[in-house]
């Protein structure tokens, strides 16, 4: 069960499994321009999905999984959520991360539907993280089970630092 400060949640969408392919999706950056996963070339993608930026947990989320991935050239990070763009780029900026990439789902959740991470109580993205090869593949995953909680970072950071390099 995946529960909201101790709430119960419904999960809508997709849910993923480690081996599934990896659907192609829509979302925005902070510039507001429609951007796919297809966009991204690096050899891993790590989808990074938080409910808002605008919060500690999903904050620390997202710099901890940028700042201990970006020496990897290979790999790209997105983070995904349904803040706005100009509220994304704006915490960007805040957080003195110019260089992440954050894309926003909150037009049509099409993200959100093929994943499984739209909290249909709350229309906001369940805290998880995906792992992707590059074939887009996912070869690891994680849904958060209380989205107040953090992503077992030990074990994705470990995971990603195992992964063969180019």
């Known amino acids: 069960m995946k529960t909201f400060k101790g709430k119960p949640i419904t999960l809508l969408g997709e849910t993923k499994k480690v081996g599934d392919l990896a659907p192609d999706f829509h979302a925005l950056n902070t510039k507001s321009e429609v951007k796919s996963l297809s966009d991204y070339k690096s050899r891993y993608i790590i989808l990074n999905v938080v409910p808002s930026l605008d919060t500690t947990v999903c904050d620390m989320q997202a710099r901890t999984v940028n700042q201990e991935l970006a020496e ?4 790209t990070v997105l983070t995904i959520s ?22 926003s789902d909150h037009l049509d959740l099409d993200f959100a539907s093929k994943f499984g991470t739209n909290i249909k109580e709350l229309r906001l993205q369940a805290r998880s993280v995906f792992v992707l090869d590059e074939n887009r593949r996912i070869v690891y995953l994680e849904y958060v089970d209380e989205m107040s909680q953090h992503l077992k970072f030990d074990e994705l950071l470990s995971f990603v630092k195992k992964l063969p390099k180019e």
């Open 72 to 75: 990897r050239q290979d790999v």
């Open 82 to 103: 349904n803040d706005l763009p100009f509220a994304q780029a704006r915490w960007c900026g805040n957080a003195g991360l110019p260089n992440i990439i954050t894309l």
